[in-house]
């Protein structure tokens, strides 16, 4: 696809001897949502690994915009554009919202316009102007994947990668979640979103990629896929 | 590995028959021993439970030792297993609590320096009957020689082989047991041991006790073959540390490592106290260190564990 | 209450400062590094020949000694690290700590070498200060201030400043660091040259009181490390704290037996805590 903004091609990386991902590519256009889907170990995690510079690929390329991923270190990419909020949130519990929020804008451009993002995030979640001084330890799982999306907002990101956030959540709490990505979608960002939650991620993103063990073994349009007999046995349990 | 070491320790035996100069047994009796107290640190070092207050145990039973013979008249032979039973009580004292209470790693080897150092300084307290930090000396008995435990140079010998053996004896008992399966266990992860159905404080505390009394006897019988005692080379941070890098030197998951380490530290310090002298006070700690530094960075395994991965 | 006894309180509350700096240093960086540093009173001995040379033989004046001082031992640090800790970052805990170990002779030796073994003193004494019926020694009452003036300066640097809030992050989770454009290799090198400031701060207030010699590190080295595992090891506030009360424990101590017995009832002490509260007094 011409003018992808995150462009994926042969990637095979893992642990070790552990293969986790073999030849899986992928783009990104600007302003796309774009879903990650797959049962459990089928390497989604692994992808956004790579993605964000915390591991290093063993083949393929990976580049967003004119940057070459795995030429980069990981703490560089956030300066670049690339914020990644990770599987089970990894807040600070011991530091407050607000230092949480602070520790995203660690990067040189991010501490100048703190005060401009922290008003940002605490407009698109109200909820955590209100807790700014609470420990993010101390907050509902709901609230504290607020403070982890936010946190990773701060560095005026141009594209977020958003690792299971439904996780560990209860269903009520998932879908205010959604709700969460869809507004930040309505800001205009482009989106990387992986999920078990097959269903409800589908109708938040434009497309979507399958990953089984490894392999990308579908692709296409959101509506494509929740119509896809197979996709629908697979994950959507038929209905 | 065993061969090697029955076959070091026949040659060792019949070395003082030669009629060595004294300054090779000088140092040949200094290394078996300090040698004993390494191996006797790497017994429980190389299952994770790093202690540094094996002075300590060093400290009490040298101190026990020559107490009972300067006030109560005790022999060494009888003091000597009394000081010895005497640090091995302390030890129990210390570790059962921190084997219950789950006192690991770092917290594990700074409660044990903490030990060490309340050793010293008690040594140095008490100085109506130590001597304090100025050390004392076990009272000389040319008459009852045998019956005070001093001996020439040839007669340590073969009480500072004896004891060696002991400790190697031990090492490869324990490798050849249970114990070493159940305790290398409890090293890689003590909750999975103890659901396994080892008995990990049970375990970790006979390892324990074996180590501190090993080493508590090398460091006791080392007092006794220089009839001097002082507080800063018997017990604290000092003695503790020594002990520790000569096993590591030597690589402390191997029967010979702490012997071989001993040796090459024992050699170092000789060595840079012959080339130095009195001339530059320090150049000898300075190189020491050094090269104990660079040792750690470049032979983590020790010298045994480095010839061992090339063969 | 006794007067004496009251004045031992006052002075173990004054002493709980002075250790608290070395203690807050070593929390600071076994929190973000993982590494307890055993050479840490070898820093403080360092700084402390330091703050003597330039004052006694360079006729440096006192205060531009101290500042001098301060960034010396905060590059010693930063040395300490890059050179012995970083190559070692990998390897089992019990390595980097024992290197450090290693570091101690180096130091000591340094030490020896260029200054001999004789006890130096800077020969600077304060009048003591009279509070009704007790004295306080003016040394130690100004060390005490100053002590806390550069917790209090750590604390607002840990508080406010982005890379304070991202060492106290990194304690916590040090894997996800670099999501949030933080380099782990950076933030290291900074801790461990405050570790090294905090030695150097620590330093300038014990010269004042004692001689310097290359063993003294082994005079106090000990108690901080209690201090730090009683507080719990990486935790500021619990350290801070558990220095005052070693602190009073040891001058109290010193009132009722003496100095030597009251060391060995503080490590006692500490032993005995170790087995009530395994992770430190202040463990949540």
Same mark, same amino acid.
């Not at chain 2, 006979?206 to 090993?214: E, F, M, Q, V, Y």
């Not at chain 3, 709980?16 to 929390?27: M, T, W």
């Not at chain 3, 992050?169 to 040259?193: F, N, Q, T, W």
């Given at each position: 696809?011409?003018?992808?903004?995150?462009?994926?091609? %042969?990637?095979?990386? %893992?642990?070790?001897?552990? *293969?986790?991902?073999?030849?899986?590519?992928?783009?990104?256009?600007?302003?796309?949502? @774009?879903?990650? @889907?797959?049962?459990? %170990?089928?390497?989604?995690?692994?992808?956004?690994?790579?993605?964000?510079?915390?591991?290093?690929?063993?083949?393929?390329?990976?580049?967003?915009?004119?940057?070459?991923?795995?030429?980069?270190?990981?703490?560089?990419?956030?300066?670049?554009?690339?914020?990644?909020?990770?599987?089970?949130?990894?807040?600070?519990?011991?530091?407050?919202?607000?230092?949480?929020?602070?520790?995203?804008?660690?990067?040189?451009?991010?501490?100048?316009?703190?005060?401009?993002?922290?008003?940002?995030?605490?407009?698109?979640?109200?909820?955590?102007?209100?807790?700014?001084?609470?420990?993010?330890?101390?907050?509902?799982?709901?609230?504290?994947?607020?403070?982890?999306?936010?946190?990773?907002?701060?560095?005026?990101?141009?594209?977020?990668?958003?690792?299971?956030?439904?996780?560990?959540?209860?269903?009520?709490?998932?879908? *205010?979640?959604?709700?969460?990505? *869809?507004?930040?979608?309505?800001?205009?960002?482009?989106?990387?979103?992986?999920?078990?939650?097959?269903?409800?991620?589908?109708?938040?993103?434009?497309?979507?990629?399958?990953?089984?063990? %490894?392999?990308?073994?579908?692709?296409?349009?959101?509506?494509?896929?929740?119509?896809?007999?197979?996709?629908?046995?697979?994950?959507?349990?038929?209905? | 590995?065993?061969?090697?070491?029955?076959?070091?320790?026949?040659?060792?035996?019949?070395?003082?028959?030669?009629?060595?100069?004294?300054?090779?047994?000088? $140092?040949?009796?200094?290394?078996?021993?300090?040698?004993?107290?390494?191996?006797?640190?790497?017994?429980?070092?190389?299952?994770?439970?790093?202690?540094?207050?094996?002075?300590?145990?060093?400290?009490?039973?040298?101190?026990?030792?020559?107490?009972?013979?300067?006030?109560?008249?005790?022999?060494?032979?009888?003091?000597?297993?009394?000081?010895?039973?005497?640090?091995?009580?302390?030890?129990?004292?210390?570790?059962?609590?921190?084997?219950?209470?789950?006192?690991?790693?770092?917290?594990?080897?700074?409660?044990?320096?903490?030990?060490?150092?309340?050793?010293?300084?008690?040594?140095?307290?008490?100085?109506?009957?130590?001597?304090?930090?100025?050390?004392?000396?076990?009272?000389?008995?040319?008459?009852?020689?045998?019956?005070?435990?001093?001996?020439?140079?040839?007669?340590?010998?073969?009480?500072? $082989?004896?004891?060696?053996?002991?400790?190697?004896?031990?090492?490869?008992?324990?490798?050849?047991?249970?114990?070493?399966?159940?305790?290398?266990?409890?090293?890689?992860?003590?909750?999975?041991?103890?659901?396994?159905?080892?008995?990990?404080?049970?375990?970790?505390?006979?390892?324990?006790?074996?180590?501190?009394?090993?080493?508590?006897?090398?460091?006791?019988?080392?007092?006794?073959?220089? $009839?001097?005692?002082?507080?800063?080379?018997?017990?604290?941070?000092?003695?503790?540390?020594?002990?520790?890098?000569?096993?590591?030197?030597?690589?402390?998951?191997?029967?010979?490592?702490?012997?071989?380490?001993?040796?090459?530290?024992?050699?170092?310090?000789?060595?840079?106290?012959?080339?130095?002298?009195?001339?530059?006070?320090?150049?000898?700690?300075?190189?020491?260190?050094?090269?104990?530094?660079?040792?750690?960075?470049?032979?983590?395994?020790?010298?045994?564990?480095?010839?061992?991965?090339?063969? | &209450?006794?007067?004496?006894?009251?004045?031992?309180?006052?002075?173990?509350?004054?002493?709980?400062?002075?250790?608290?700096?070395?203690?807050?240093?070593?929390?600071?960086?076994?929190?973000?590094?993982?590494?307890?540093?055993?050479?840490?009173?070898?820093?403080?001995?360092?700084?402390?020949?330091?703050?003597?040379?330039?004052?006694?033989?360079?006729?440096?004046?006192?205060?531009?000694?101290?500042?001098?001082?301060?960034?010396?031992?905060?590059?010693?640090?930063?040395?300490?690290?890059?050179?012995?800790?970083?190559?070692?970052?990998?390897?089992?805990?019990?390595?980097?700590?024992?290197?450090?170990?290693?570091?101690?002779?180096?130091?000591?030796?340094?030490?020896?070498?260029?200054?001999?073994?004789?006890?130096?003193?800077?020969?600077?004494? &304060?009048?003591?200060?009279?509070?009704?019926?007790?004295?306080?020694?003016?040394?130690?009452?100004?060390?005490?201030?100053?002590?806390?003036?550069?917790?209090?300066?750590?604390?607002?640097?840990?508080?406010?400043?982005?890379?304070?809030?991202?060492?106290?992050?990194?304690?916590?989770?040090?894997?996800?660091?670099?999501?949030?454009?933080?380099?782990?290799?950076?933030?290291?090198?900074?801790?461990?040259?405050?570790?090294?400031?905090?030695?150097?701060?620590?330093?300038?207030?014990?010269?004042?009181?004692?001689?310097?010699?290359?063993?003294?590190?082994?005079?106090?080295?000990?108690?901080?490390?209690?201090?730090?595992? &009683?507080?719990?090891?990486?935790? &500021?506030?619990?350290?801070?704290?558990?220095?005052?009360?070693?602190?009073?424990?040891?001058?109290?101590?010193?009132?009722?037996?003496?100095?030597?017995?009251?060391?060995?009832?503080?490590?006692?002490?500490?032993?005995?805590?170790?087995?009530?509260?395994?992770?430190?007094?202040?463990?949540?």
């Amino acid at each position: 696809m011409e003018g992808a903004v995150l462009r994926l091609e %042969g990637i095979r990386a %893992g642990y070790g001897d552990f *293969q986790a991902l073999f030849d899986v590519g992928l783009t990104v256009s600007p302003g796309e949502a @774009v879903g990650v @889907v797959g049962p459990n %170990g089928a390497g989604k995690t692994t992808l956004l690994r790579v993605i964000s510079g915390m591991l290093r690929p063993k083949a393929g390329m990976a580049r967003f915009g004119e940057t070459d991923i795995a030429a980069t270190p990981a703490h560089v990419l956030p300066a670049v554009g690339i914020a990644h909020v990770p599987e089970n949130r990894r807040l600070f519990p011991h530091l407050t919202v607000e230092e949480n929020l602070k520790v995203g804008a660690y990067i040189p451009a991010a501490r100048k316009r703190f005060a401009e993002r922290c008003a940002y995030v605490y407009d698109m979640f109200p909820r955590l102007r209100e807790r700014r001084h609470q420990l993010a330890g101390t907050m509902s799982g709901g609230e504290q994947q607020m403070c982890a999306i936010g946190r990773a907002l701060m560095c005026s990101p141009r594209i977020l990668l958003l690792d299971e956030p439904s996780a560990g959540l209860a269903p009520l709490v998932v879908a *205010q979640v959604f709700e969460l990505v *869809q507004r930040i979608r309505g800001e205009g960002l482009t989106v990387l979103i992986v999920e078990q939650n097959v269903a409800q991620v589908l109708r938040v993103v434009d497309r979507a990629y399958v990953l089984d063990a %490894g392999h990308v073994v579908a692709e296409g349009s959101s509506a494509a896929l929740a119509a896809d007999p197979a996709i629908r046995s697979a994950f959507l349990g038929g209905h | 590995m065993i061969r090697v070491a029955v076959v070091v320790f026949a040659i060792l035996a019949v070395l003082p028959l030669l009629g060595l100069p004294d300054y090779f047994m000088h $140092l040949g009796i200094a290394t078996m021993l300090i040698a004993l107290s390494c191996t006797g640190w790497a017994l429980m070092g190389r299952f994770g439970l790093v202690s540094f207050g094996h002075g300590a145990f060093i400290g009490i039973a040298a101190y026990t030792m020559a107490l009972l013979w300067n006030d109560v008249g005790l022999s060494p032979w009888i003091g000597l297993p009394a000081g010895v039973s005497l640090a091995v009580a302390a030890a129990a004292l210390l570790a059962y609590p921190c084997f219950r209470l789950r006192v690991v790693g770092h917290y594990f080897a700074l409660v044990t320096l903490a030990a060490g150092e309340i050793v010293r300084i008690l040594i140095v307290a008490l100085r109506d009957y130590t001597g304090g930090s100025l050390g004392m000396t076990p009272r000389l008995a040319p008459d009852h020689a045998v019956a005070a435990m001093q001996f020439g140079k040839q007669g340590f010998w073969w009480i500072a $082989l004896i004891a060696w053996g002991i400790g190697i004896f031990a090492w490869w008992r324990i490798d050849r047991s249970m114990s070493a399966r159940a305790l290398s266990a409890i090293g890689e992860d003590e909750d999975a041991a103890a659901a396994i159905g080892i008995r990990v404080t049970r375990e970790k505390m006979a390892i324990t006790l074996l180590s501190a009394g090993l080493a508590a006897l090398g460091g006791a019988l080392g007092a006794q073959y220089r $009839l001097y005692l002082n507080p800063e080379t018997l017990a604290g941070i000092g003695v503790s540390l020594q002990i520790v890098f000569g096993a590591l030197a030597g690589g402390m998951y191997s029967m010979l490592g702490p012997t071989v380490g001993a040796a090459f530290t024992t050699a170092l310090e000789e060595v840079l106290r012959v080339a130095f002298g009195t001339a530059f006070i320090g150049a000898a700690p300075l190189i020491y260190g050094i090269l104990l530094v660079l040792f750690i960075q470049f032979l983590p395994r020790g010298i045994v564990g480095w010839f061992d991965r090339r063969r | &209450m006794d007067p004496f006894l009251l004045e031992a309180i006052v002075n173990g509350i004054l002493l709980g400062g002075v250790f608290a700096l070395p203690v807050l240093g070593l929390n600071l960086v076994f929190g973000v590094v993982d590494v307890v540093w055993l050479c840490y009173a070898e820093l403080v001995m360092v700084g402390m020949y330091c703050v003597w040379f330039l004052y006694t033989q360079a006729g440096f004046p006192l205060a531009l000694a101290f500042l001098v001082c301060l960034p010396v031992v905060g590059l010693l640090g930063l040395l300490l690290h890059q050179v012995v800790v970083r190559p070692l970052l990998n390897s089992p805990p019990i390595t980097q700590v024992l290197a450090t170990g290693g570091v101690i002779f180096v130091l000591q030796g340094s030490a020896m070498l260029a200054f001999g073994t004789d006890f130096r003193s800077l020969g600077v004494e &304060m009048p003591p200060i009279e509070v009704e019926d007790i004295f306080i020694s003016g040394t130690k009452l100004v060390a005490f201030v100053a002590a806390l003036l550069g917790a209090g300066a750590l604390w607002t640097f840990l508080k406010f400043t982005y890379v304070g809030t991202a060492i106290r992050a990194i304690a916590r989770d040090r894997e996800v660091m670099p999501l949030m454009g933080v380099d782990p290799k950076r933030i290291y090198m900074v801790a461990s040259a405050i570790g090294g400031g905090l030695a150097g701060l620590a330093a300038c207030l014990l010269v004042v009181q004692l001689d310097v010699h290359p063993y003294i590190g082994l005079s106090f080295g000990p108690i901080t490390f209690m201090i730090c595992v &009683m507080g719990g090891l990486g935790n &500021m506030l619990g350290g801070f704290l558990a220095a005052f009360l070693m602190g009073v424990i040891v001058s109290t101590g010193g009132f009722w037996w003496n100095t030597e017995m009251s060391y060995v009832v503080a490590f006692a002490c500490f032993i005995v805590v170790m087995f009530a509260r395994p992770r430190g007094l202040f463990a949540r």
